[in-house]
């Protein structure tokens, strides 16, 4: 079992940058994808971006551009770099871990981080 926690999100003002990381438990993830998802208030959960065991990475075009997502293998350790944040960015964001090497089906889940951007 892997055990994800999110952590980092809070409160921002448009324009304002956060950094959320995701700690992972209980596995070695660096051969196994990651990835950022959020769920805004009266949505569904969106994709935000991925990276993979190449550390090559993957972003929605809603935050192309002023999202980066890295890891520290070292760590164990997924992060969500957010500049240039909108009040559309609002929303608990999770992070997700592959069920199996070199596939992108995400299967564990945290709890999630709540990130509010004021206007």
């Known amino acids: 079992q892997v055990q994800l926690e999110e952590s980092g999100g809070g409160l921002v003002q448009a324009g304002g940058s956060l950094r959320l990381s995701c700690a992972a438990s209980?596995?070695?993830?660096?051969?196994?994808?990651m990835a950022w998802f959020r769920q805004g208030p009266g949505k569904e959960r969106d994709f935000v971006g991925a990276?993979?065991?190449?550390?090559?990475?993957y972003y929605a075009d809603s935050v192309k551009g002023r999202f980066i997502i890295s890891r520290d293998n070292a760590k164990n350790t997924m992060y969500l770099q957010m500049d240039s944040l909108k009040p559309e960015d609002t929303a608990v964001y999770y992070c997700?871990?592959?069920?199996?090497?070199?596939?992108?089906?995400?299967?564990?889940w945290g709890q999630g981080t709540q990130v509010t951007v004021s206007s």
């Open positions: 209980g596995r070695t993830v660096s051969s196994y994808a």
């Open positions: 997700a871990v592959a069920t199996k090497r070199y596939t992108y089906e995400y299967d564990y």
């Open positions: 990276i993979n065991w190449s550390a090559t990475t």
